[in-house]
């Protein structure tokens, strides 16, 4: 990153020592996986509740095609809501962007001791 900072230095005696540290976060390092099986569900889930129908029903409609939760029980309103709720956190924390944070800034100068082999 270049903010049009330019150091001159035309004095050989002078050390210039720049230290900084970056915090740079990143929240699409973990990717989240979902199985086909949570894929599907996920595109039943929210293609009926796209059509108006509530999470009791969309339950009741995924039992009695034979569906069952990633842990193989039977659908209840909660799981359906929080398919719903969990894939969108999800989805909106994919698309977050965050801008580096450069902390403890520090420029030192320091004078060089002349030696008897230097200039």
Known sequence: MNDGV????D????QVFLSFTIKITAPNLKKIK?????????????E???????????SYWLNEHGYKTTRG??????H????LKKKKIADERKEIRFQPIIQNLKLKLKK???TMYGL
Do not use: C, D, P
């Open 6 to 9: 330019r150091w001159v230095l």
């Open 11 to 14: 004095n050989s005696n002078i």
């Open 34 to 46: 979902y199985s086909s099986y949570q894929q599907k569900l996920w595109e039943i889930i929210k």
């Open 48 to 58: 009926k509740h796209n059509s108006g129908i509530g999470y009791r029903k969309i």
């Open 73 to 78: 029980r039977t659908f209840k309103n909660t």
């Open 80 to 83: 359906v809501f929080s398919i």
């Open 112 to 114: 060089r001791k002349a």
